[in-house]
C-alpha cells in the first residue's frame, strides 16, 4: 500500500461529459502529481501542485484541469470528454516536509477512465 | 528537455536467471535522480530501486541492482534469480532535483518471467 488513495477505481462516462477524479497523497506529501496512462504507452505527466499552487505543467490539454486543495488532496477534471481520453490517470505523491528535492513519487492505484 | 528511452519493448527470462533491461537519457543536468518502477498486470506503479546521479556506486535491492554509467547517459536494470512474479512492464524514469519535480518516463519494457 502506497498511502495514495484515488477514487473512484473506474468511471465510465460518455462523450462530451466532465468528469472530476480525486487523489489524497500520503501523509505528510505536499506534493501530488497526475499522469495519464493510455494503453500499453507510457506515463505521461500532466500537471504537478506543490502545496496548493501549481509547480510544474506538462502535455496536459486545455479540457484538462487540477487544483490542490488546503488538506492538500487533489483533484483533476476533465471536461468535452474524448473517446481519446480513455485512459488510466495516475496519481502520485512525494516531498514530505523537509524533503530536499530527491524524493522518489509514490504511486495510487489509478483510475481507469472509459468514455463510450 | 530530459529525455528518457527504452530500446527493448519486449523481453523474456527464464526463471531463476538473470535479465538486464536497458535505458538511456539524455540531460544537460549534472546533478539528477533516476527511478526504476515496475507494473504488473494489476497496474499499479511500484518503485523498484533508485539512483542518485552523484553516487557513484551501484545502488542495489536485494535481487534488482542497477548499473549506472553517467558519462554515457545509462541506467540498466538487473533482476538475478528472476521470479514470476517479475513479470510485469517496467518503466526507467528521470527526475530533476530541486522540490516538486516531475519525473520523466520511457516507454517501457515488458519482461516475462518463464517457468
Known amino acids: 500500500d502506497s498511502g495514495v488513495t484515488q477514487t473512484p477505481k473506474h468511471l465510465i462516462t460518455a462523450t462530451g461529459q466532465r468528469v472530476t477524479l480525486r487523489c489524497s497523497p500520503r501523509?505528510?506529501?505536499?506534493?501530488v502529481y497526475w499522469y495519464q496512462q493510455s494503453l500499453d504507452q507510457g506515463l505521461q505527466f500532466l500537471i504537478q501542485?506543490?502545496?496548493?499552487?501549481?509547480?510544474a505543467k506538462g502535455n496536459i490539454l486545455e479540457r484538462f484541469s487540477a487544483q490542490q486543495f488546503p488538506d492538500l488532496h487533489s483533484e483533476l477534471n476533465l471536461s468535452s470528454l474524448e473517446l481519446g481520453d480513455s485512459a488510466l490517470y495516475f496519481c502520485?505523491?512525494?516531498?514530505?516536509?523537509?524533503?530536499?528535492?530527491?524524493?522518489?513519487?509514490?504511486f495510487g492505484d489509478g483510475t481507469r477512465l472509459s468514455i463510450l | 528537455a530530459q529525455t528518457v528511452t527504452q530500446s527493448q519493448p519486449e523481453m523474456s527470462v527464464q526463471e531463476a536467471e538473470t535479465v538486464t533491461l536497458s535505458c538511456t537519457y539524455d540531460?544537460?543536468?549534472?546533478?539528477?535522480?533516476l527511478f526504476w518502477y515496475k507494473q504488473p498486470p494489476s497496474r499499479q506503479m511500484i518503485l523498484v530501486i533508485r539512483?542518485?546521479?552523484?553516487?557513484?556506486q551501484n545502488a542495489t535491492e536485494n535481487r534488482f541492482s542497477v548499473n549506472f554509467q553517467k558519462a554515457a547517459k545509462s541506467f540498466s536494470l538487473k533482476i538475478s534469480d528472476s521470479q514470476l512474479g517479475d513479470t510485469a512492464m517496467y518503466f526507467c524514469?528521470?527526475?530533476?532535483?530541486?522540490?516538486?519535480?516531475?519525473?520523466?518516463f520511457g516507454a517501457g519494457t515488458r519482461l516475462t518471467v518463464k517457468p
Open positions: 502520485a505523491s512525494s516531498g514530505g516536509a523537509g524533503a530536499v528535492g530527491n524524493q522518489p513519487q509514490h
Open positions: 501523509s505528510g506529501d505536499l506534493s
Open positions: 501542485y506543490y502545496n496548493g499552487e501549481e509547480r
Open positions: 540531460t544537460s543536468e549534472s546533478n539528477y535522480y
Open positions: 539512483q542518485e546521479a552523484y553516487k557513484q
Open positions: 524514469a528521470f527526475m530533476k532535483p530541486g522540490e516538486g519535480n516531475d519525473m520523466r
